[in-house]
Every structure is written in structure tokens, then in C-alpha cells.
């Protein structure tokens, strides 16, 4: 498959990043030399320095052969324009990004005429998940599949301190369970039943939605149920305005706290519900003085990694049982499993996730980039042409890096081990480390010279061109 991407800022370079671990031929073009250094520092891919807005340079890449065009600049008018070039010039697909809120009402109508495939909004596929996570009862990340029979969560060992030394084929409680990986020092890990757990280790469990629950109770992970009534959301850019409408529809009371004086003016107007305040995120005593204590949750979603992080920190001491945080720097995520902070999202892993998902078409059901981006959680439902249709796990031949955390059968949550046998239209949850993603390609294809075709025609039949 070739795809081009069109700006190299961190959606575009972490989208090549993710591709080129699974044989998808990339180009990369960005009209900053310093950017594309960068990258050729660092991927194996072709890199173009120049402007992909010319239609100029877009023949001179022969856009006519790729399959898949995406554009991710930093102005979505651009991307819209590059995206109808490109298919106009006989690219196959285009995939734009799109953030302003104003375009929301008219996204169907710009993607009809400009020839645009898929839109995607990091910063609504945000504001989405920081809700999906924020009405859930847990106050640690967790992630669904299988329509909500399946569930992952990761928990600090320290919470969990029985099991800490020992192996895990000695743990007694893990019926329904899988601990499908193990983050340790920075560097994640796929363990075998002789792995002895250690301290700050950060536990992935996958399993039956019961089996989840159980577990949290067991170890009284919560501290009792979260009704969350009001939120705090630091920061009133796209993700705020985005998150805090959406929580009015849950009647969610929020106040936004907004430094900017004319962004707080246009949250006051476009906002259908919540409290702005115009003020310093960073000062304490404003928060206290606008009952940061009383609150049920807080968000922050700034612009800057370090202030989340850091008035995270201090929410948490304040007493709010949840807090979520946006992080967009990779390098801050060893730093995040060591503090306090609840939730952690990337919007860029966010997005990327949605865009692989599309790629892989129509069976592919979710990816989900872990917040390390060392690994990722495929559901895929199993094709019944795909040669592992009746054969046992063992037979698969899977990498050291692939596991199946769960296989969903007939509606019943099953956790496999070498002995199961794959059935047509299973349901599967597989965690694979970033440098083994190819080997998922048996889940998804059928064979390398019809994946194109058999993807794309998969994903428009079954109405998956829909906007995020």
C-alpha cells in the first residue's frame, strides 16, 4: 500500500512512524527543511521537502499511484484543498484533518464536494474519550471491546501489593484474566507465566467485564463510586470547548478556566452550558476561590504538558478523585506512571489509532495505541476466507511480541490459550509490540495483491466513511 502524508508535524511524523512497522510503502512532505531532517534522521521513508499544496510537486510524486492521501497540516482549509488536488490528480483515497469547531455543521457537505474519503478531529476524538473515561465509575484508564463484554485496564502494582514478588503463574486471582503486558522502566513487555513482578510495575489486565470488576474489588482499586456532577477543565481550546458541551449533555456541571481574554469571550458565547473564568490555570488560590475542592473531576487540557501535568499534581492533592491529564509529548509518559494522575491521553496516539483502524478496513474494529506507544490493542472480527479459520492458536505461528488477550465466540468472552481454535467471525483483542505489527496482517489479509481493493470496498459498504 503507498500513502503520502502531507505535513510532518507530530500527527503526520508519529502517522509514518506507525506505518512503516507494517509494510506500507510512506511518503512524507513537509515544506520545512528542518522537519524533514528529522525525519530522515530517524524513519526509513521517503521524504519530500517542498510545499504539497502546488499541484506541481503532487505530479512530480506521481499522486496518481498512491492509494491513500493524508493530509495533516496545521490549516485545515489547506488540507481540505490538498485533499481535493490529490484526488482530482487520481489518488485513490484522501483522509483530511479538520479541527475547527465551526466546520462541524458542514462536514458531510465538504467532504462530498471536495473528494474527501475520511475526516478526522483530534481534538473532538479527545474531548470523546476524556468523557468516555470520565463517566465510568473507575478512576484509572480503561478501555472497552466487544461492545463492552471485553475490558483493558492498567494498574499500578504498588495498588496491588499481594502480588508484588511474585510469578505469575502463583497468582490465584486472575480466573476470566490476562495480564497481557508489563511495563517496567520505561519499556513494555509481553510476560510469560515464570515473570515475577516487581515494584511501580504498571499491569495490563485483559478480560471478561466481570473479571474486571472482580479484580477491583478484590483489591479495592476505587475508592468508592465516582457520580461525577462538576468538572473542572483547565484550558478553553478546542479540546475544552469541545468536552465541555459535551458534558452539558450529560448535565455536567463545568467551569473552564481560560487565560485568554478573547477565547474566554467566545466560550462564553459558543458554549451551551458551564461557568468560563477568565484567569491564570497555573494559580491555586484562583482555583480554590472557584471550589476546585468540590469538584468531582479535573481536566486539563492546555496546550502546554507541563502545566497539565503540574495542576494535575496539586488536584490531586486536593482531594478530586478523578483527574485526567493531556500529554503530547512520548517522552513525558515514563514520567506520568511514576506520579499520581489518574488518566493520561495523547490526542495524537488518539488520532492515530482512528486512522489505522480505517486503513486496515472494515473487519478491523478498533486500534488502540497504548499511552507509551510501544504497543498497540487490535479487535478485529475474523473474515471467514482468512487461512487461521479453524486452526489453534499454536499452530499460528505468532511472534514473541503478539498475544490474544480475549476471543469473543457465539457472544461468550473466552480467554485463549494455545489449545483454542479460531472460528469465523470471532472476535478478537490481540496486544502486539509496535516492532511486531506486522505480523497482525494473518488477523485482516487475505492476501497482499487484493488488500486494497477488498479494504477500501469493505470500509464503503458497511457506511465507514464517516466523519470523527
Not at 500527527?11 to 506507525?18: C, D, R, V
Not at 510545499?51 to 496518481?64: A, H, S
Not at 487461521?388 to 468472552?413: C, E, F, Q, T, Y
Given at each position: 500500500?503507498?500513502v503520502?502524508?502531507?505535513g510532518a508535524?507530530?500527527?503526520?511524523y508519529?502517522?509514518?512512524?506507525?506505518?512503516?512497522?507494517?509494510?506500507v510503502?510512506?511518503?512524507?512532505?513537509?515544506?520545512n527543511?528542518?522537519?524533514?531532517?528529522?525525519a530522515?534522521?530517524?524513519?526509513?521513508?521517503?521524504?519530500?521537502?517542498?510545499?504539497?499544496?502546488?499541484?506541481?510537486?503532487?505530479k512530480?510524486?506521481?499522486?496518481?499511484t498512491?492509494?491513500?492521501?493524508i493530509?495533516?497540516?496545521?490549516?485545515?482549509?489547506?488540507?481540505?484543498?490538498i485533499c481535493?488536488?490529490?484526488?482530482?490528480l487520481?489518488?485513490?483515497?484522501?483522509?483530511?484533518?479538520?479541527r475547527n469547531?465551526?466546520?462541524t455543521?458542514q462536514?458531510d457537505?465538504?467532504?462530498?464536494?471536495?473528494?474527501?474519503?475520511?475526516?478526522?478531529?483530534?481534538d473532538?476524538?479527545?474531548?470523546?474519550?476524556?468523557?468516555?473515561?470520565?463517566?465510568?465509575?473507575?478512576?484509572?484508564?480503561?478501555?472497552?471491546?466487544?461492545?463492552?463484554?471485553?475490558?483493558?485496564?492498567?494498574?499500578?502494582?504498588?495498588n496491588?501489593?499481594?502480588?508484588?514478588?511474585k510469578k505469575?503463574?502463583?497468582?490465584?486471582?486472575?480466573k476470566?484474566l490476562?495480564?497481557?503486558a508489563?511495563?517496567?522502566?520505561g519499556?513494555?513487555k509481553?510476560p510469560?507465566?515464570?515473570?515475577?513482578l516487581?515494584?511501580?510495575d504498571i499491569?495490563?489486565?485483559?478480560?471478561?467485564?466481570?473479571?474486571?470488576?472482580?479484580?477491583?474489588?478484590?483489591?479495592?482499586l476505587?475508592?468508592?463510586?465516582i457520580?461525577?456532577?462538576?468538572?473542572?477543565?483547565?484550558?478553553?481550546?478546542?479540546i475544552?470547548?469541545?468536552l465541555?458541551?459535551?458534558?452539558?449533555?450529560?448535565n455536567?456541571?463545568?467551569t473552564?478556566?481560560?487565560q485568554?481574554?478573547?477565547r474566554?469571550?467566545?466560550l462564553?458565547?459558543?458554549?451551551?452550558?458551564?461557568?468560563?473564568?477568565?484567569?491564570?490555570?497555573?494559580?491555586?488560590?484562583l482555583?480554590?476561590?472557584?471550589n476546585?475542592?468540590?469538584?468531582d473531576?479535573?481536566?486539563?487540557?492546555?496546550?502546554?504538558?507541563?502545566?497539565?501535568?503540574?495542576?494535575?499534581?496539586?488536584a490531586?492533592q486536593?482531594?478530586?478523585?478523578?483527574?485526567?491529564?493531556?500529554?503530547?509529548r512520548?517522552?513525558?509518559?515514563?514520567?506520568?506512571?511514576?506520579?499520581?494522575?489518574?488518566?493520561?491521553?495523547n490526542?495524537?496516539?488518539?488520532?492515530?489509532?482512528?486512522?489505522?483502524?480505517?486503513?486496515?478496513?472494515?473487519?478491523?474494529?478498533?486500534?488502540s495505541?497504548?499511552?507509551g506507544?510501544?504497543a498497540?490493542?487490535?479487535e478485529?472480527?475474523?473474515?471467514e476466507?482468512?487461512p487461521i479459520?479453524?486452526?489453534a492458536?499454536?499452530?499460528?505461528g505468532?511472534?514473541?511480541?503478539?498475544?490474544?488477550g480475549a476471543?469473543?465466540h457465539?457472544?461468550?468472552?473466552?480467554?485463549?490459550?494455545?489449545?483454542?481454535?479460531?472460528?469465523?467471525?470471532?472476535?478478537?483483542?490481540?496486544y502486539?509490540?509496535?516492532?511486531n505489527?506486522?505480523?497482525?496482517?494473518?488477523?485482516?489479509?487475505?492476501?497482499?495483491?487484493d488488500?486494497?481493493?477488498?479494504?477500501?470496498?469493505?470500509?464503503?459498504?458497511?457506511?465507514?466513511?464517516?466523519?470523527?
Amino acid at each position: 500500500m503507498k500513502v503520502i502524508i502531507i505535513g510532518a508535524g507530530k500527527l503526520g511524523y508519529k502517522l509514518a512512524e506507525s506505518m512503516i512497522n507494517s509494510e506500507v510503502d510512506v511518503t512524507l512532505v513537509d515544506s520545512n527543511p528542518e522537519v524533514i531532517n528529522r525525519a530522515n534522521e530517524h524513519l526509513d521513508l521517503l521524504t519530500v521537502c517542498a510545499n504539497g499544496l502546488e499541484i506541481e510537486i503532487l505530479k512530480d510524486l506521481e499522486i496518481e499511484t498512491y492509494d491513500l492521501l493524508i493530509a495533516a497540516t496545521s490549516s485545515d482549509e489547506t488540507n481540505t484543498i490538498i485533499c481535493s488536488l490529490a484526488k482530482k490528480l487520481g489518488c485513490k483515497r484522501t483522509i483530511s484533518r479538520i479541527r475547527n469547531p465551526e466546520y462541524t455543521e458542514q462536514l458531510d457537505f465538504i467532504k462530498r464536494e471536495m473528494g474527501i474519503d475520511h475526516i478526522i478531529n483530534p481534538d473532538l476524538a479527545t474531548a470523546d474519550e476524556i468523557l468516555k473515561l470520565a463517566l465510568k465509575d473507575y478512576n484509572f484508564y480503561s478501555g472497552d471491546f466487544a461492545k463492552g463484554k471485553v475490558q483493558m485496564i492498567d494498574i499500578c502494582v504498588n495498588n496491588m501489593n499481594k502480588i508484588i514478588g511474585k510469578k505469575l503463574m502463583e497468582i490465584d486471582s486472575l480466573k476470566g484474566l490476562l495480564i497481557a503486558a508489563i511495563s517496567r522502566d520505561g519499556k513494555i513487555k509481553i510476560p510469560d507465566g515464570s515473570t515475577k513482578l516487581e515494584i511501580d510495575d504498571i499491569i495490563y489486565f485483559i478480560g471478561k467485564r466481570e473479571s474486571i470488576e472482580k479484580l477491583v474489588k478484590k483489591y479495592k482499586l476505587n475508592s468508592g463510586s465516582i457520580n461525577i456532577k462538576n468538572v473542572m477543565i483547565l484550558g478553553g481550546g478546542k479540546i475544552g470547548y469541545y468536552l465541555a458541551n459535551k458534558l452539558s449533555e450529560f448535565n455536567i456541571k463545568s467551569t473552564v478556566v481560560e487565560q485568554n481574554n478573547e477565547r474566554c469571550v467566545y466560550l462564553m458565547n459558543n458554549l451551551k452550558k458551564g461557568l468560563v473564568i477568565h484567569g491564570d490555570g497555573t494559580d491555586l488560590n484562583l482555583l480554590e476561590e472557584e471550589n476546585l475542592s468540590e469538584m468531582d473531576a479535573f481536566i486539563a487540557v492546555t496546550g502546554f504538558d507541563e502545566q497539565n501535568i503540574l495542576m494535575s499534581l496539586l488536584a490531586k492533592q486536593s482531594g478530586i478523585k478523578k483527574v485526567i491529564t493531556k500529554i503530547s509529548r512520548p517522552n513525558y509518559t515514563n514520567l506520568i506512571e511514576k506520579l499520581d494522575i489518574d488518566i493520561a491521553l495523547n490526542p495524537v496516539n488518539i488520532t492515530v489509532s482512528d486512522i489505522l483502524r480505517y486503513i486496515r478496513g472494515g473487519k478491523v474494529v478498533s486500534v488502540s495505541l497504548l499511552l507509551g506507544d510501544q504497543a498497540e490493542v487490535t479487535e478485529v472480527i475474523v473474515d471467514e476466507d482468512l487461512p487461521i479459520v479453524g486452526k489453534a492458536i499454536s499452530d499460528l505461528g505468532l511472534s514473541k511480541g503478539i498475544i490474544i488477550g480475549a476471543l469473543v465466540h457465539n457472544g461468550d468472552v473466552i480467554i485463549p490459550n494455545g489449545n483454542t481454535i479460531i472460528n469465523k467471525y470471532d472476535r478478537l483483542i490481540i496486544y502486539s509490540l509496535v516492532e511486531n505489527v506486522q505480523g497482525l496482517d494473518m488477523f485482516f489479509k487475505k492476501n497482499k495483491e487484493d488488500r486494497i481493493s477488498e479494504l477500501w470496498n469493505s470500509n464503503k459498504s458497511n457506511g465507514e466513511f464517516a466523519s470523527t
